[in-house]
């Protein structure tokens, strides 16, 4: 899965827009009504990472989250200052999953993730959240809507030239506004349901 900020990282180390990197290394999939994800491609001979190169990642230096995090992967989120939601995923049916010695999550989190990374997933939980409770009093009918709002707030609407946390911040004001847009009358976005 490529999130927002790795995106930004794609292309700004590419030194393209956002759009084209999503357009040349990714593709856009549903996990649910309203909830597109960007995925990297895969290159037909053996299924592999379009960046994997000679058998060697070739943006080490920018990888994915879910490529940092790697063989952890998230428990049940984040928490708040709780690193330990992160656990070990080893797969003995994928010899080429790692094997290497257990690791202390909060440690691999640490050394793998910057101050901008960290921010970044703590702010997208909140947002996500929020988005979830949106999306489940919005009709099914603005789905083609709230999925291109999704795509467009959360993935192209930067500038690689500008700090990335900023117009992430805006980018999710604007984006609670446009689906809060879609709730009709009379609804209260910030319900339990």
């Given amino acids: 899965m490529v999130e927002s900020l790795d995106l930004f990282r794609i292309a700004r180390h590419l030194d393209i827009d956002t759009a084209e990197a999503a357009n040349r290394y990714t593709t856009a999939t549903l996990i649910s009504w309203g909830a597109p994800i960007l995925l990297l491609k895969t290159k037909l001979a053996g299924d592999v990472c379009v960046f994997l190169k000679s058998g060697k990642c070739g943006i080490q230096a920018i990888k994915p989250r879910?490529?940092?995090?790697?063989?952890?992967?998230?428990?049940?989120?984040p928490g708040e200052e709780n690193l330990k939601d992160f656990i070990i995923y080893k797969s003995p049916e994928k010899p080429f999953h790692y094997n290497g010695p257990e690791q202390c999550a909060d440690e691999w989190v640490k050394a793998n993730f910057d101050d901008e990374a960290r921010a970044y997933i703590s702010s997208e939980y909140e947002y996500i959240r929020s988005f979830g409770k949106m999306m489940r009093q919005i009709p099914k009918k603005h789905e083609a809507t709230v999925?291109?709002?999704m795509l467009l707030y959360r993935y192209f609407y930067f500038d690689t030239d500008q700090a990335f946390m900023p117009q992430f911040l805006r980018n999710m004001v604007c984006l609670t506004q446009k689906l809060q847009d879609l709730i009709p009358c009379g609804e209260n976005a910030d319900a339990d349901d």
């Fill in 147 to 149: 999925e291109r709002l």
């Fill in 66 to 77: 879910a490529c940092r995090l790697y063989p952890l992967t998230l428990g049940l989120g």
